[in-house]
């Protein structure tokens, strides 16, 4: 027996999908498609809201913010994860595992403050019209997108923390593709009910309280919705607003399955197959929810491929 940060100083050996391996080869090929559509796509998002003058909008703003966050997510764990399909190798040193747990969940919990952020951005639109531009004025925006970062941070900071100071013991196996906090927390060999509560809480904090938030803020704009008379307003608010209701369910309903379940039920099997959904499918999928029905979006590439055919 030892704590995390003595007896498993040599590393990790990280399981993937071994159970599977007839499916490895197929998850290789799936995986990089959907990482390279990922970057891609985001890729794409930031560089047009930094380029045309019409995204210099408070959405864009988040937006870009949230493509970022997508990018770094899917990249401190889907490389190690190819390479963990690929049979090179399955190892991971104990400071790659602590900086990867450190940044998965400091990366997640910084999405959870950003979308009720995004929220927030929608609700002032649709409820207050009049009063947009001067409620989300740039140096609140800054101010609510640093926010975000800082919570995301100081809350993975507590989790890690806690997880670092736990006694762990047995074989050097993990059961998942990266050094995720639920079976990091299986490999615990005393009784940590006391720490593993406060890690709950923290998470609870992180997952609850902004999607208690987000939906809040729907049912308020859901209400000035419905008063909108014009067909065609209504469609544009719930075009604008549902797109974003679509990137919270999908994030947040992976995410409070994996980390709001009770230990001792948690199924590393299934877990596996849920992290894939948060970690590589929802991120891919972002910039096609918030895009494919943009008219902002598709004018600003028409505009981009215009000038680069001028150019040529």
Known sequence: MGSFNTSFR???????????????????????????LTIFG?????????????????MYFFLRHLSFLDLCYTTSTVPQLLINLHGLDRTISYEGCVVQLFSSLALGSTECVLLVVMAFDRYAAVCHPLHYTAIMHP????TLAIASWVGGCMNSLVQTGLMMAMPLCGLHLLNHFFCEMTVLLKLACEDTE????????????????????ILGSYVYIVQTVLKVRSVAGR???????????????????????????????YSESEGKFVALFYTIVTPMLNPLIYTLRNKDVKGAVRKVLGRGRYSV
């Open 10 to 36: 040599e590393g990790f050996i990280l399981m993937g999908f071994s159970d599977w391996s007839q499916l490895e080869p197929i998850l290789f090929v799936f995986i990089l498609v959907f990482y390279s």
């Open 42 to 58: 985001n890729t794409t998002i930031i560089t047009l809201s930094l380029l045309e003058c019409q995204l210099h909008t408070p």
């Open 139 to 142: 140096h609140l925006c800054q």
């Open 194 to 213: 006391g720490t593993e509560t406060k890690m709950f809480v923290a998470r609870a904090i992180i997952l609850v309280v902004p999607a208690l938030l």
């Open 235 to 265: 469609r544009k608010a719930f075009g604008t607003c549902g797109s974003h209701l679509l990137v919270v369910s999908l994030f947040y309903g992976s995410a409070i399955y994996t980390y709001l379940q009770p230990m001792h039920s």
